[in-house]
């Protein structure tokens, strides 16, 4: 399997953990929120706009084909939780995920592994990996990037705030599939925001790296 496009969440969430001892494994990735992948998918371009706006059965057959365009996965192979000391629970989503991780020694040391051995030898048809994740300040950006550089080593820059290239390999950020509120609408432009601009400049980014 040779994919254009790889499409990235951060880790196994603890519903996808969960369901692994009892859903077909094509079941888990996005569980219960593949309609707002599809929507985020279709807004920047990688897929039509699927018919009767069945965005779910879309992603269904996306993930289920092994000899397609996309393949799907995590940043981070395993479940990931962070202790809360305001709440005093652990967590497993949630702002700050990742740059909190890495903030530890230990969390550094899983990230970096699993990015040095899932992103260091993409094939060379792969041009293009979506990332969901944005951080309110754009925050979880800079951690991937960190991650990223880490694990291809060579002459990274930003596109525009959302993108990062080393002129083979382009990392779009999208808003994250399970942002609650009106983070999602606000970032497909349904709302009047200026969060609205990431979802268009994610867009120009998938189809400048796709040009070619």
């Given at each position: 399997?040779?994919?254009?496009?790889?499409?990235?969440?951060?880790?196994?969430?603890?519903?996808?953990?969960?369901?692994?001892?009892?859903?077909?494994?094509?079941?888990?990735?996005?569980k219960g929120s593949r309609m707002a992948v599809?929507?985020?998918?279709?807004?920047?371009?990688?897929?039509?706009?699927?018919?009767?706006?069945?965005?779910?059965?879309?992603?269904?057959?996306?993930?289920?084909?092994?000899?397609?365009?996309?393949?799907?996965?995590?940043?981070?192979r395993c479940t990931v939780e962070r202790f809360?000391?305001?709440?005093?629970?652990?967590?497993?989503?949630?702002?700050?995920?990742?740059?909190?991780?890495?903030?530890?020694?230990?969390?550094?040391?899983?990230?970096?592994?699993?990015?040095?051995?899932?992103?260091?030898?993409?094939?060379?048809?792969?041009?293009?990996?979506?990332?969901?994740?944005?951080?309110?300040?754009?925050?979880?950006?800079?951690?991937?990037?960190?991650?990223?550089?880490?694990?291809?080593?060579?002459?990274?820059?930003?596109?525009?705030?959302?993108?990062?290239?080393?002129?083979?390999?382009?990392?779009?950020?999208?808003?994250?599939?399970?942002?609650?509120?009106?983070?999602?609408?606000?970032?497909?432009?349904?709302?009047?925001?200026?969060?609205?601009?990431?979802?268009?400049?994610?867009?120009?980014?998938?189809?400048?790296?796709?040009?070619?």
């Amino acid at each position: 399997m040779e994919p254009e496009i790889v499409v990235l969440g951060f880790s196994k969430g603890p519903t996808q953990t969960g369901a692994m001892a009892s859903s077909p494994h094509d079941e888990i990735a996005y569980k219960g929120s593949r309609m707002a992948v599809g929507k985020i998918l279709v807004h920047i371009g990688v897929v039509p706009q699927p018919e009767n706006s069945d965005y779910r059965g879309m992603v269904d057959r996306l993930i289920s084909d092994r000899n397609g365009r996309f393949h799907f996965g995590s940043l981070v192979r395993c479940t990931v939780e962070r202790f809360d000391e305001k709440t005093r629970n652990w967590k497993g989503s949630g702002g700050g995920m990742l740059d909190k991780f890495m903030g530890t020694q230990f969390g550094n040391e899983v990230a970096t592994n699993c990015a040095s051995q899932f992103l260091g030898a993409l094939p060379t048809k792969t041009r293009l990996v979506i990332m969901f994740g944005l951080g309110s300040k754009l925050n979880y950006i800079s951690a991937a990037r960190k991650l990223v550089e880490a694990a291809r080593p060579g002459n990274w820059r930003m596109l525009n705030e959302v993108t990062y290239s080393d002129g083979n390999l382009t990392f779009v950020h999208v808003e994250h599939f399970a942002s609650q509120g009106a983070l999602i609408p606000n970032w497909l432009g349904i709302n009047d925001h200026p969060r609205s601009e990431y979802g268009r400049k994610s867009r120009e980014a998938v189809q400048a790296a796709l040009a070619d």
